[in-house]
T-cell receptor, first 114, second 111 residues
């Protein structure tokens, strides 16, 4: 692995199903983030983690949960998917939570909820 | 809270210079970042300004005026491959380090 990876690349999901999006980085970065990107709305922060063992809520956390059991992994779970969660999801990491906060993004997961 | 404003779209011709503006409102300012995103791809970091003035990196430059809560990204000698979306981003105050992105500017470069 080099950098940050996400799985799956894309997924079609029935409403009401549970889904976990995976994110792994091998850069030993302390901070990790989950964003959703919708047309015209840019990148909106869902949840973040400044260091392993801690998490926080971003701008649009409802319907999502995260965990940060170790430095490398930061999975995002949709407990019961709804059509409004159809989006492209990006995971990102940064060496430190502070400035300049240069973030490295994964390739994204395209999720469709029907 | 915090908010960022940037134009939704900018067009220019190959070889030209284009400026993408970003104004922000935030409680406690640390710095302004810029990211580039090609269609369907991952955003990539371009630049960061914490202090007033111009930062130059090759064909790209970024400017910040803290007193005006304003910054811009300047792209010179435009190439077709510069067609992409460009996002400005700031981080909130306090210890939470929550980053906020603008809605993005779609740059279209014509031959």
């Amino acid at each position: 692995i080099a950098g940050i990876t996400q799985a799956p690349t894309s997924q079609i999901l029935a409403a009401g199903r549970r889904m976990t999006l995976r994110c792994t980085q091998d850069m030993r970065h302390n901070a990790m983030y989950w964003y959703r990107q919708d047309l015209g709305l840019g990148l909106r922060l869902i949840h973040y983690s400044n260091t392993a063992g801690t998490t926080g809520k971003g701008e649009v956390p409802d319907g999502y949960s995260v965990s940060r059991a170790n430095t490398d992994d930061f999975p995002l779970t949709l407990a019961s998917a709804v059509p409004s969660q159809t989006s492209v999801y990006f995971c990102a990491s940064s060496k430190v939570a502070g400035e300049p906060n240069e973030q490295f993004f994964g390739p994204g997961t395209r999720l469709t909820v029907l | 809270g915090q908010s960022l404003e940037q134009p939704s779209e900018v067009t220019a011709v190959e070889g030209a210079i284009v400026q993408i503006n970003c104004t922000y409102q935030t409680s406690g300012f640390y710095g302004l970042s810029w990211y580039q995103q090609h269609d369907g791809g991952a955003p990539t970091f371009l630049s960061y300004n914490a202090l007033d003035g111009l930062e130059e990196t090759g064909r790209f430059s970024s400017f910040l005026s803290r007193s005006d809560s304003y910054g811009y990204l300047l792209l010179q000698e435009l190439q077709m491959k510069d067609s992409a979306s460009y996002f400005c981003a700031v981080r909130s105050s306090g210890g939470s380090y929550i980053p906020t992105f603008g809605r993005g500017t779609s740059l279209i470069v014509h031959p």
